[in-house]
């Protein structure tokens, strides 16, 4: 037995799903507002703060949180290499236009 047998090819069902959720994520990306939802949820994930707490209930509750942020930006990077990064500036060209100093995914938002 290869290798090659033991990998699973996605299937066409799993393909026009990637595809549909792509599609999906490229429309919410087009909306001012979807996009600063994104941002929000992407802040409430803490991928810029440290996991450990200490704790190891609430380390891996974070570690969790950080999880689903990073397979966000995972599904943002299938749309566009460049979608990520354009959320990120455009969030900090809007704190400099409000006048706030903390780096908007930094906020700790327990």
């Not at 994104?38 to 810029?48: A, D, N, S, V």
């Not at 990520?84 to 906020?107: F, I, M, N, S």
């Amino acid at each position: 037995m290869s290798d090659d047998t033991l990998t699973e090819q996605p299937s066409k069902s799993q393909n026009i799903k990637q595809d549909q959720a792509v599609s999906d994520l490229e429309a919410v990306l087009r909306m001012p507002q979807g996009r600063r939802v994104l941002l929000q949820i992407l802040g409430r994930c803490g991928l810029y703060r440290s996991a450990y707490t200490g704790d190891t209930q609430a380390t891996n509750h974070r570690l969790g949180e950080q999880n689903v942020g990073l397979w966000l930006v995972a599904q943002m990077e299938a749309v566009g290499p460049t979608e990520y990064p354009r959320l990120l500036l455009e969030a900090a060209q809007r704190q400099d236009l409000e006048g706030k100093e903390a780096h908007v995914l930094d906020a700790e938002q327990d």
